[in-house]
Structure formats: C-alpha cells, structure tokens
T-cell receptor, first 116, second 113 residues
Framework: AQSVAQPEDQVNVAEGNPLTVKCTYS??????LFWYVQYPNRGLQFLLK????DNLVKGSYGFEAEFNKSQTSFHLKKPSALVSDSALYFC??????????????WGLGTSLAVNP | NAGVMQNPRHLVRRRGQEARLRCSPM?????VYWYRQLPEEGLKFMVY????????ESGMPKERFSAEFPKEGPSILRIQQVVRGDSAAYFC???????????FGQGTRLTVV
C-alpha cells in the first residue's frame, strides 16, 4: 500500500538552530512531493513542492527540502529556526498515476516547537 | 482577498441527524476539494468539484455522503444519518485551476454524539 511516514510526532529545537522534519514515502513511480504547514487556528498553507529537476527545493519562509530518491525521503529543513516557525507540518505525496492533483497521500503531521 | 472560509468551525450532531458543511472558496477559484482527517490518520481526499460539476468523487463513501458546488454560493458537503465514525475534521481547499496549488480552509470539526 502506498503511504507517507513522518516518523516524529514532535520536534523540538532551540531558536537559531537548524531544524529538520523528516518524511519518507512508499509510492510507485516518480511522485510529486509537497510540504504544508498549519499554524494554530489557520488552514493548511503550501510551503514547497518537488516535481522534477534539482533535488534541493526552496520554499516559503526560508524552508527547503531535499528529495532523495534512493532513500525515498523528502526531509524539510531550515538553517536557522524561528519561534514563529512553531506549527504543525505535513508531508504529502501525489503518486504519478493519481489522476488528479488533489489525490495526495498525507503524512500524519509533525508538531514543531521552537524554543526561545 | 479573504482565504477559504469554512463554516461552521465546530459542529455537533446526534446519530441519525444530517450534517452540512460549507466551504466558500477564495475569490476567483472555481475548483474545490474536500478532505477528511480521521483521528490518528492523515488527510484523505474525498471529492474534487468544479462549478456545477463533480470531477472526481472516488474518495467519498458511496452511502450518505454527497457534495455539490453550485453556480452561486458555497460548496456543500452533506452527510446524512451521521454515525459516530463520521466524527472527524473536514477540510476544504480551493484553487483557480486544477494544476495549481490549493489553499486550505481552517476545517470543520464534526463530532457525532
């Protein structure tokens, strides 16, 4: 079965330190990969996506993600965390044969807490 | 430009009642998508609609669930004869086209008692 795993329910980092939120996937073919963020009392917001090309993708708010095909991973990173980055982060994958762009397979989310 | 608006934010229904969830897409967006998030599970695609048309409803249960996106007014996700298992967060997203990124609403949390 196709799936997306975010192995950490929660990630804690100190402000100014680098952060990584992990995502691995198991889907057939060459998928499209996405990261979304949900701030408290707000809807999901698109951060970045990988479709093809350079494995390092840069997105909103200084975030980036690296696509690693051999490890089937798409970890989200930021060189220097801000307290305002504290939120819930979702990884999502669209299998290549999904049929429409909205049939994404979603991870369960990782809660990021950045401590001042 | 207001974001995607969903209402109500919280909805409590007794078993057997009907639940109506509303989604007003962002201005200029003609594509709407509904997702369901069950406890301890990720978001699951339910249905994709354009104005007056259902494009893909493959993720929606065949019984009791229906969705519409009329020419005027919000998109409605309707759940008839709700059961406890329908308790979940329902998210709506919209986009101006089928291939562009979608913008999500805050969700409606349905609780069936």
């Amino acid at each position: 079965a196709q799936s997306v795993a975010q192995p950490e329910d929660q990630v804690n980092v100190a402000e100014g330190n680098p952060l990584t939120v992990k995502c691995t996937y198991s889907v057939s073919g060459n998928p499209y990969l996405f990261w979304y963020v949900q701030y408290p009392n707000r809807g999901l917001q698109f951060l970045l996506k990988y479709i093809t090309g350079d494995n390092l993708v840069k997105g909103s708010y200084g975030f980036e993600a690296e696509f690693n095909k051999s490890q089937t991973s798409f970890h989200l990173k930021k060189p220097s965390a801000l307290v305002s980055d504290s939120a819930l982060y979702f990884c999502a994958v669209r299998p290549f044969n999904a049929g429409n762009n909205r049939k994404l397979i979603w991870g369960l989310g990782t809660s990021l807490a950045v401590n001042p | 430009n207001a974001g995607v608006m969903q209402n109500p934010r919280h909805l409590v229904r007794r078993r057997g009642q009907e639940a109506r969830l509303r989604c007003s897409p962002m201005k200029g967006h003609s594509h709407v998508y509904w997702y369901r998030q069950l406890p301890e599970e990720g978001l699951k695609f339910m249905v994709y609609l354009q104005k007056e048309n259902i494009i893909d409803e493959s993720g929606m249960p065949k019984e009791r669930f229906s969705a519409e996106f009329p020419k005027e007014g919000p998109s409605i996700l309707r759940i008839q004869q709700v059961v406890r298992g329908d308790s979940a967060a329902y998210f709506c997203a919209s986009s101006p086209g089928g291939s562009t990124e979608a913008f999500f609403g805050q969700g409606t949390r349905l609780t069936v008692v």
